[in-house]
């Protein structure tokens, strides 16, 4: 059984949140899906790694696909060890101790030193975890190895036996020590544990044939292939999870299943060890990351409807662009990568709504309330330093942190004051005219979800929780073609049975709208050879290819003729007015969509599938655009069997459509203000019958 995903992570037993700025000894956590190349992220915190890890294998297992997720800490300890804390060799319950014992704070505070005080009081003398900062340090807890005695338990596992160079996993301190991220990794596990049930094994104490699989990995079993490997300024540990998740992307399922059997089932086991040559060997990267049959229509389907149409693209296509981290500044139309954590609440500290007195709510409950007033104010950016006694105010301006001793807020115009004093009308609610920490984002929350098209206000949250730079993915690339003997250039000269290229403007401009990067293909006469050429040309350049014309089944219809060729045409003959039929295929591993020639139908076809289609490629989550139900300002019979687009625009309350249906109408696209849509059965709409509107900016244009 395959895995469909890789996922290698580099946990951190951090006590703080990690830099903005991606660093070494912090989270990394490698992705590779597919066998293609592995995407690598930076988790500042456990818990944001943890809400991340979560995320993906949710999605993961929603989407039927197989996960191997490794983690660089032991999953057990040397015999006896968990017999001692919990009365049974079952490392699998001492996870759900350790899970019980520790606290792990979306900042990164914790009480590791307790947990392993507590851990050593079970097991007689001194040790065996040892290593803590000077001022933990205590019999309890010795700062040096040597300081250990008769705790009775071995110094390594047989694994680690065969791996001098590892460290013990009782050294919780100091240069190397993996002892605190097992502490702090294992309640981790456990959680997820819980959360998948019988859909998640651990290897090598349960059998492997389950949908996720969690195993120990140590990445400098192949050091060297990751020194090889690595990008001239690649930070050390996104190295190691980019090498070690594409090494294991690529062994042979087979091999790999049998590699997570073996083992000790007391003490756990390395993922791969011995098994060093199978990981570094320079098999052939990344099969296509779309596979050819990707479109293929079920045998006999002769008109699909719309809604199978989506449901298919939804279900088969999925991101084929990988990620980075860019400035928080050049975020702004870029697709997340991650979910974004808070690392801030917002706002971060209780404050002031208004201009007004702040006091203890308790003093504003009479009907006529005076108040002393202390010296001084809060302002925005300049917090009164003292604590309001109670029965006092102070002035506070909009924005101000609350002092210290004061909840409740009157407003400016509801007072009178004097300098010494203020009076108003009571009772104040308690907490009036405030804004509680947290109150629109609490750190360590998901702020903005993966799969999200950053716009100007997601900007706005991401700064305010606190963060400088974003996980975008790399920006999709699309090519755009014009097939046809008779197009010519726009501008150039056109003689009879010639017409000016319409489509790859538009095409193009469509694209660029949604925040691709347009690759442009130019015009292509209805020549097989040379067609051919530049479908090649843009499996090389891009990531996926819109072409307009020769999409039918007609003699010069190259387009899907070459698909077909190649064997990865799905002719899709969809239920659509305008619009039929499109070509759906793949080119060297590339999607192509072979839109019609008209330009409307072009356009529609582009709005209605490419749209969501691209969106999915470029690690958008699936997009339906959002119409609203309002009257109709027109009259229409319709066949059943497809679904109409019509072009049209709202005017006084009421949908308006186009003068004429004619295809070739693009004016009849620049009157519009969007389309209305009729769905696929019979249908007879009269004068102010509801109707579904889809205005242009619910396609992003
Ligand atoms: P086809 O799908 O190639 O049969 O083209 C259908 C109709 O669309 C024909 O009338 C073509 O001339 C027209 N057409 C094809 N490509 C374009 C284009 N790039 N710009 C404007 N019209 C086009
Ligand atoms: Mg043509």
């Known amino acids: 059984m395959r895995f469909d995903t890789i996922v290698v992570v580099d946990w951190s037993a ?104 507590r851990l050593n009081a079970l097991f007689p003398g001194v040790g065996p975890f040892w290593g803590c900062p000077a001022g933990e340090a205590s019999a309890e807890l010795p700062a040096r190895g040597t300081e250990r005695r008769g705790h009775g338990l071995p110094e390594r596992r047989r694994a680690e036996t065969l791996l001098p160079r590892m460290q013990p996993c009782w050294k919780l301190y100091t240069t190397g020590s993996v002892g605190s991220q097992a ?65 294991l992307a690529r062994l042979d399922p087979a091999r790999l299943s049998g590699m997570l059997r073996e083992g000790d089932t007391e003490e756990g086991w390395i993922l791969g060890l011995g098994h060093e040559d199978a990981l570094v060997q320079d098999a052939p990267l990344a099969p296509p990351p779309l596979s050819d049959d990707c479109f293929a229509l079920p045998p006999g389907v002769d008109w699909t409807p719309v809604e199978d149409a989506f449901a298919m693209l939804r279900a088969r296509l999925r991101p084929v662009v990988g990620a980075g981290i860019v400035p928080l500044g050049d975020a702004a139309g870029r697709v997340l990568a991650d979910d974004v954590i808070a690392m801030r609440s917002n706002p971060p500290e209780p404050n ?19 108040l002393p007033l202390v010296e001084g104010r809060a302002a925005a950016g300049r917090p009164y330093a003292g604590t309001v006694p109670t029965g006092h105010a102070v002035r506070v301006l909009t924005g101000a942190a609350l002092p210290a001793g004061v909840d409740t807020v009157v407003l400016d115009e509801d007072t009178r004051a004097d300098g010494a004093r203020v009076a108003f009308r009571g009772p104040v609610k308690i907490g009036a005219n405030t804004r509680k920490a947290g109150e629109d984002v609490v750190a360590g929350g998901v702020a903005l979800e993966a799969g999200r098209r950053l716009g100007p206000a997601d900007l706005a949250l991401a700064a305010a929780v606190g963060l400088g730079d974003l996980p975008v993915r790399n920006r999709l690339r699309v090519a755009v073609l014009s097939t046809g003997d008779e197009i010519r250039e726009p501008g150039s000269e056109a003689g009879s049975g010639q017409i000016f290229d319409a489509n790859r403007p538009m095409l193009a401009s469509l694209a660029a709208r949604w925040g691709y990067e347009v690759i442009d293909l130019g015009r292509c006469p209805d020549d097989r050879d040379e067609l051919r050429a530049r479908l090649d040309r843009a499996a090389v350049e891009a990531d996926a290819v819109l072409t307009s014309g020769g999409a039918s089944a007609g003699d010069e219809d190259h387009v899907s003729a070459l698909l077909r060729e190649s064997g990865a045409l799905a002719e899709w003959r969809i239920a659509l007015k305008p619009g039929r039929p499109l070509a759906l295929g793949m080119w060297g591993g590339v999607p192509v969509f072979g839109l019609p020639g008209n330009p409307v139908a072009a356009f529609v076809c582009t709005l209605i599938f490419a749209r969501p289609a691209l969106g999915v490629l470029a690690g958008e989550a699936w997009r339906e655009p959002q119409g609203f139900d309002v009257p109709a300002g027109f009259e229409k019979r319709k066949k059943p069997g497809r679904r109409e687009y019509l072009r049209a625009r709202m005017r006084d309350g009421r949908a308006e459509v186009f003068k004429s249906e004619g295809s070739g109408r693009i004016s009849g696209l620049c009157w519009a203000e969007g389309l209305v849509e009729l769905e696929d059965g019979e249908r007879h709409v009269r004068h102010g019958d509801p109707v579904r509107f889809i205005p242009y900016g619910s396609f992003g244009i």
């Not at 956590?29 to 190349?37: F, K, S, Y």
């Not at 208004?354 to 203890?360: L, P």
């Open 183 to 247: 502490l702090l990794g294992l309640p981790m596990l456990h959680r997820l544990r819980q959360r998948f049930g019988a859909d998640l094994a651990v290897s090598p104490f349960e059998p492997p044939e389950r949908a996720i699989v969690l195993a120990e990995v140590f990445p400098s079993l192949i050091a060297q292939a990751i020194a090889a490997r690595a990008g001239p300024d690649e930070i050390a540990d996104r190295a190691q999870v980019r090498v070690l998740s594409e090494a």
């Open 14 to 117: 951090r006590s703080a949140p990690s830099p903005e700025r991606p660093t070494k000894d912090a989270i990394w956590i490698g992705t590779v899906r597919d066998g293609g190349e592995a995407e690598a992220t930076y988790l500042r915190t456990r818990h944001a790694a943890e809400t991340h890890l979560v995320s993906l294998l949710e999605r993961e297992r929603k989407d039927g696909r197989r996960v191997l997720a490794g983690f660089d800490f032991s999953f057990g300890y040397p015999r006896g060890f968990a017999r001692g804390v919990t009365g049974s060799d079952d490392t699998l319950a001492l996870w759900a101790w350790l899970e019980e014992a520790v606290e792990d704070r979306p900042d990164n505070a914790n009480n590791r030193w307790d947990v392993a005080r």
């Open 352 to 370: 002031t709504a208004v201009d007004g007195y702040a006091f203890a709510g308790s003093a504003g409950q009479g009907a006529e309330v005076i």
